[in-house]
C-alpha cells in the first residue's frame, strides 16, 4: 500500500502485505524482535571480542606471572562473561516469538524464532499440538510441541487469533447466549 497525496493506493496483488506464499497469514508480529536480536548480538560480539583481547590482556598485565590462585581467578571471571552470558541469553529469549503465521486450510501454525546463531528459525505445528502450561511460567505462554513459546496476547490484531491459538474457542465453559437459553429453558 502506497500513499499518494494522503490517499491510499493498494496495488494489483491480491494477497494482504501481511500474507507469506508458504507461511500462511500473518496474526502476530512480537514488538520486542529487534531488541533480541540487538542484546544477543551485543552479548555474542563481546564474547568473540574478549577471546581476541584475552592473550593480548595476558601478555601485557603479566598475569602468567602471578600465581595460580590470580590466575583461575582471572580466567574464571572472564570465561563466566564470555560463554555463560551469550548461553544464557539464548536459553531466555529462544522460544520469543518474532512473528507467527496461520494457515486456514491446514489449520497449521508457523512461529517464527532465533535460533543459536541469530538465523530466523521456523517451527511448524497444529492448533491441536500447542499445550498451555498448569502453572504460569515466567518466559512460556504455551508448549508448541514440546517447544517453550512466547507471545504478548495484547499483541493479536484479532483476539479471535489467540483465542484459536490456546484452544479457548473450543472450550467446554458455557458461553453467555448459552447460559441465558438455559435461564430462558428454565
Partial sequence: VTSFQGVAVRG???????????????VYKGNLAKTVLGVRFFSYSTSVFNLFMMPYIMLQSGIGVESLLVQAAFYGLIG?????????????????????????????????????ILAEKATVFHQKDVKIPDITKMFTTFYAKTKSMLVNPTLFPNPQDYNHLMGYDKSSFFKFEELEEIKEAD
Fill in 12 to 26: 494489483l496483488g491480491t494477497s494482504s502485505p501481511h500474507d507469506h506464499p508458504e507461511h500462511g497469514r500473518l
Fill in 80 to 116: 563466566f562473561f564470555t560463554f555463560v552470558t551469550p548461553v544464557t541469553l539464548h536459553i531466555l529469549t529462544k522460544g520469543y516469538v518474532i512473528r507467527l503465521y496461520y494457515k486456514d486450510e491446514v489449520d497449521t501454525y508457523t512461529a517464527i524464532t532465533y535460533n543459536a
